[in-house]
């Protein structure tokens, strides 16, 4: 016998394309911008990283700031694989007996 899906489940399976196409673009224009950044800064001469600025916390170097955003990048990276074994977790939990 087929199942028929329901109308909520319908548009939950849409919804779950429609994340998973979001994530996969904006995954993707992180690559992008990631490739780009280091196109423009390979290439720039060792005292280049020594200049300041200023930031929120006062005067940064450019290789403090670029430590600063690598950093906060893999703390991202690190919320998303918390967040995923924890719903692999919820997930067997639900399906056990």
């Known amino acids: 016998m087929a199942r028929v899906a329901t109308a909520r489940q319908c548009l939950q399976l849409d919804f779950g394309r429609q994340h998973h196409d979001a994530v996969r673009r904006h995954v993707e224009k992180f690559r992008r ?3 780009d950044n280091y196109d423009l800064l390979k290439d720039q001469p060792e005292q280049a990283y020594a ?3 200023r930031y929120t916390n006062g005067t940064v170097s450019l290789l403090d700031l670029l430590r600063i955003f690598a950093e906060h990048a893999e703390k991202h990276v690190q919320q998303i694989h918390s967040a995923r074994a924890a719903f692999k977790e919820f997930k067997a939990a639900q ?3």
């Open 51 to 53: 200049r300041t600025g």
């Open 95 to 97: 399906a056990a007996p």
């Open 33 to 35: 911008l990631r490739a």
